[in-house]
Every structure is written in structure tokens, then in C-alpha cells.
């Protein structure tokens, strides 16, 4: 932990133990620095830390004082979502495509974004275990791992599945160029066109995408904002309609934040067990918990091997490097020779150098930062949006990943809001963008996963101020 980390996290103790009370002036910068023998900037990072997490408020000219509502937050998300569970086929097309192309410009405020920062990441620590990794390769390296990908990668990836619990063989694993094709391989593993597969309403956009890439059909299955997909409204779907696969999220679900109970998992796995249905589980963000423990996947309680669990180090370690996995069960051979097929192999550059990484034990350090970041700047929005937004919008607030889901008031139409903010430097992922029929048309998705500063606080207040003119 940081001097400034642990600097923040002494007085959010006296404040939530009421040594420090509401209104209590807190020391100056100048006498917080000279108490501790610590630098002016470590006191102004751990002040601007207690900020962001709402326990404190700056006063011009005055200084910093302990906030009467130490965290404001809007109403929480309560009511799970009501789509139509027919089977239809998938027609996103340009109306995911058009969004997402303003998201990616970079002189925008990216609250839109799928990504998290790079400011995030380690990338010059990686950078320089690549310089001293590819001088090592062996040139046959890329031959002798053809097949599934980098062995000791693979191995090291076996033993975070062990530390949880999970019996996972790198013989298994299936290494991948991110995990959307480790999401893509598994679906065509057990599919072919025409077949039905459920989702979760609402759903992450790249999931409709490769559902209408294979001509596939998708049935939309009501979803909790907390608990994840509806059990009872799977079971009936299974009866009815015979799906050949699911696709799901059960940790911090993409746009939700979800978090399905490790009870409700076995109950899931069991399930589709006695309907013989595979699962593609999704699970990208697992690594970015913020409570005590990871999350297991469903994977964990799979005793079929129909789970076909897909990660990846794009969303926690190194974005851009493009390294992800499968473990697709009783599917590996299968996964394996259609990605032989595909691409032949991942950056073998790349697996050598996260495997270097991995080894020497740097990566569960930096996974405790990044948390840190994560949870506080969560925190962050949701005091802003409780601050700027009208009343009566709801939020959802993950114990996990990067995402708020945002429910705004009858009427509001996200994808105006959407071209009103881009118009102004701004961007969001309006809702109908995460469902197969254009619902969710009063919802937005906001990415917490960049730092929160002047200009982020004012581009949420910014976005409220649409929002309640629109209202």
C-alpha cells in the first residue's frame, strides 16, 4: 500500500468510527506534511482519495472538512428486466457499429468507453519483461505451440484456477487472441445456424454481434441487476425452446455489474446440466473484485464439463496484447482445432511475456492497486451522479469490474442524450445497444475505470444537466 493509500484509509477509519465527525475541519495540507514527514503531494492525494469516496469535502479557501452525507448515492436498481423470451434472429448491425465508432475517439471524456484506462496497467514493467523475454524465445516456440498455445502460460493459468479450487488441466486450456475469440470458438463448438441461445437481458453488445455473425437466434432471459439472470425464467426457456447453448456473465456482468451468489451458480450449473445445454461463461472481469475474495466462476460447480469458461489478462493486466483463454470442458479438443483453423496461434511474444510476468509474482500486487483504484472511483460517480442527476435515477453499484448501469426517468431517450453529450465532448452507451429489440431506451452505461478528476466530475454534471432538461 501506498503512503498516500494508507494515509486515506487512517483517517476514513476515524471518520467511520466517529473520532472524526460531520463538519470537522480536517488538518491542513502544510500541517498534515510537516506532522508526518511526509511531501505535500502524498497528504493532497490521500485528501483527493477521501474525496473521491465522498468522506470529505474541499471548501474554498478553507480546506477540507468531513462531509455531512459522507456517501451520497442514488436510488439502487431493484426490479429484474421483462423482455420477450421468444427466439428471434439477431439484427444489430449498424446500430451497435455507430455507437461504438464515436466511443473511440480520444479527444472525448470516454464514459462510454468499453475499456478501462491504460494508466491503469503496467505497461512499461511489460514492456521491458518483453525486451528481456523475446532475446530468450525459441525459435521453434511458435511450432511447438501450435496447438493450444504457450505451455507454461497455460500452467500458470491452471494455478489460478487451483488457488480457487478448480481442478482446471493446462492440457484444457485453449490460449486465444483475447477472449472474444475464446467467446467466438466456443460458440461455434457447440452450435450451428439457426440454433437458439440465451442471453441475458440486457446483454453485452458482443455477444448480439457474434450471435448475428453465425445467423444464430437469441431469446432474451429476464436478469437481476444484482443477482444476475432469473432462474425460474431459464428453466422455462429450456422447456420451451430447446436453446443449443447460454451465454452468460455471473460475475460483474457487462452492463449490469452483477454478481450472481455462489449459491444460484450451483443452482444454474445444475440446471443446465439436466437439459445437457453447454454454457459459455464470459468472465473477463472476475479479477476486479472488490471484496475480500474472487468470485468462483459457474465453472466451479460444473461436474459435465459443459461449462466452457472464457477469460482473459485484456481487462486487468495488458490491453492490447490481446492474450485470452478457454477452458471449454468436454469441448477442448473441439475449441482447439477450430482455433487452429481461425488463427493458428496467439502473439507468441506476447504469451512468453505474461507468463515472465506471472512468474515473478508481481501480478496479484498490482491486481490489490488496481481494485483500490477501481472501487474508489466507483465511488466517485456515484456520488456525481447523486449530485448532478434528477431525482429518482437509479444505479446500480457493482462490488466489481468498471461499469454503472444507469436507470434514468420515464421518458428519457437515451440515444438523444447519447448524441447531445458526443456534441459536447462527452460519450456514453446509451441501453438500447445492449439488447437484441432496442430496449432499454432510458438507460446509459458509464465506464468508471478512468481516473477521476476535475474534468470527469464536470462531464457527469454536464450529463445531468441533459438528463434534467430532457426530463
Known sequence: MKRYEALADEIAASILSGVLRTGDRLPSVRQTSAAR????????????LLEARGLIRARERSGYFVAADPAPRPQPLEASSQPDTQSIAVTVGERVFSILRATMKRDVVPLGSAFPSPSLFPLQRLARVMASTVQKLDPRASVDY???????????????????????????????NGAMEALNLCLAAVTQPGDAVVIESPTFYAALQALERRGLQAIEVPTHPREGIELSALAAVLERHRPRACWLMTNFQNPLGSLMPDAKKRELVELLARHETPMIEDDVYAELYFGERRPVPAKAYDRHGLVMHCSSFSKCLAPGYRIGWAAPG???????????????TASVPAEATLCAYLEKAGYDKHLRQLRLVLSTQRDAMLGAIARHFPPGTRATRPDGGYFLWVELGPGI??????????????TVAPGPIFSLRGDFGHCLRLNYGHPWDARMEAALATLGSLVAAAT
Do not use: C, M
Open 330 to 344: 468436454r469441448f477442448a479438443q473441439k475449441v482447439a482445432r477450430l482455433k487452429l483453423g481461425a488463427s493458428l
Open 146 to 176: 501450435l496447438d493450444q498455445g504457450n505451455v507454461p502460460l497455460r500452467r500458470q493459468i491452471a494455478l489460478r484456477y487451483l488457488i480457487d479450487g478448480l481442478p482446471v488441466h493446462a492440457d484444457e486450456i485453449v490460449i486465444t
Open 413 to 426: 431517450d437515451a440515444i438523444d442524450i447519447h448524441h447531445k453529450a458526443l456534441a459536447l465532448g462527452i
Open 37 to 48: 514527514t511526509i511531501s505535500a503531494s502524498t497528504v493532497f492525494k490521500a485528501y483527493y
